[in-house]
Structures are given as C-alpha cells and as structure tokens.
C-alpha cells in the first residue's frame, strides 16, 4: 500500500523552465491538495480537488495549474518557473466516511529554481 | 492577523519534561482542529484530532480545545528525544464547502535534550 507517492522527489530548474509535479493516491481518496512549505510559514494551500473532474484556488494559486487527471492523479503545473516558487511542495489525499477529515501526505518535492 | 498563529519557538525541554505547544485560530466557527509532527526533510504526520471542547489523550499526547477562546493546544509528557521535531497546528473550517480545507499554522520547532 503505496498511499500517496509525489514525483520527482528532487528537481532543479532555471528560470522560466516549465515542470509538472506528480501526484497519486491508492487510496480511493476523493478529496486530494497541493501545498507548499516555505521556512517558518508552515503549509499554504495551492489548489485542490474536492472530486474527480473538479478544482478550486487555495490560498496562494498565482503561477500554478492543476489537473485531476483521475480519481487517483493530481497534478501540479509550473509554467513558467521563478525563483519565488523554489519551496517544498506536499501533495495530499482525503477520504470520505468517519476518517474523513483527516489528509494524508505524500513525501514532498523539493523544487529549486534558479 | 494570521488565521492560525502557534507559540513561536524553538521551544527546547529537557527528557521527561513536559512539552507545551499552542495555537490560536481566528474563524470562530472553526470544527476540527489536527495537530501534525514533522521531522526535518519529512512529510507531516498526524498525530492528534479533536473536535469537541475538553481534553483528547493518547498515549503521552494531550489535545487541548477551548473554543469559546479560540485555543488549541499540545502537551507532550515525559518527552523524548525523538520528539524533537516541528509540530503543525492545523485548522478546518465548518461547512460542507470548506472541503476538508486545512488552515496551517507556521509550525513550533521542539527539541528535547537529553
């Protein structure tokens, strides 16, 4: 039981480069949640998925996309690459039923930009 | 005003100590409230909920819940040195629309000395 398994777990790009952060979850989750975390300021909410086939703003959507490819997938989107956006990115599932409030992390992406 | 605000660390005890870590939150209508344990280069983990005013304890860890002051806290007791690590208070909104959207706190760094 994999859980929730990000790709790549390092990546280095030059400004203005474009990447797609991975996600999926073997969890049959519904709800799934891009974050980053940045020194001393704990996790931010990029965007998120409440189902399939659908995705909203968290608190800090500007220079990103996502898609929800599946139940399973979802993905994160750089277009265009600043060093603003070097951080750690954690992509997150959450089930429905009594459990239902709780996420469950993957192991983070550690994104550099230069 | 950040939404979620925890004591500002590092905050360093003694082996066998207690440990005690507090958050405040600003939506008042707020339902669920999770604390996370995040050891250095990892993905959080969670490691208490608590939803109703009052105390929760599992094992050595205590949630706190006062909602008439907006207050959540953690205590840790006889703390141990692999209890050194951030811990992340976190906070979901009421309502069915919030979608299991967690508002994060900016993480307290705990380190216990043997």
């Known amino acids: 039981n994999a859980g929730v398994t990000q790709t790549p777990k390092f990546q280095v790009l030059k400004t203005g480069q474009s990447m797609t952060l991975q996600c999926a979850q073997d969890?049959?989750?519904?709800?799934m949640y891009w974050y980053r975390q940045d020194p001393g300021m704990g996790l931010r909410l990029i965007y998120y998925s409440a189902s399939e086939g659908t995705t909203d703003k968290g608190e800090v959507p500007n220079g990103y996309n996502v898609s929800r490819l599946n139940k399973r997938e979802f993905s994160l989107r750089l277009e265009s690459a600043a060093p603003s956006q070097t951080s750690v990115y954690f992509c997150a599932s959450r089930p429905t039923g009594i459990a239902k409030n709780i996420q469950y992390f993957g192991a983070g992406t550690r994104l550099s930009v230069l | 005003q950040k939404e979620v605000e925890q004591n500002s660390g590092p905050l360093s005890v003694p082996e066998g100590a207690i440990a005690s870590l507090n958050c405040t939150y600003s939506?008042?209508?707020?339902?669920?409230f999770f604390w996370y344990r995040q050891y250095s280069g990892k993905s959080p983990e969670l490691i208490m909920s608590i939803y109703s005013n009052g105390d929760k304890e599992d094992g050595r860890f205590t949630a706190q819940l006062n909602k008439a002051s907006q207050y959540v806290s953690l205590l840790i007791r006889d703390s141990q040195p692999s209890d050194s690590a951030t811990y992340l208070c976190a906070v979901k909104g009421a309502g069915g629309t919030s979608y299991g959207k967690l508002t994060f706190g900016q993480g307290t760094i705990l380190t216990v000395h043997p």
């Open positions: 969890m049959n989750h519904n709800s």
């Open positions: 939506d008042r209508v707020s339902q669920s």
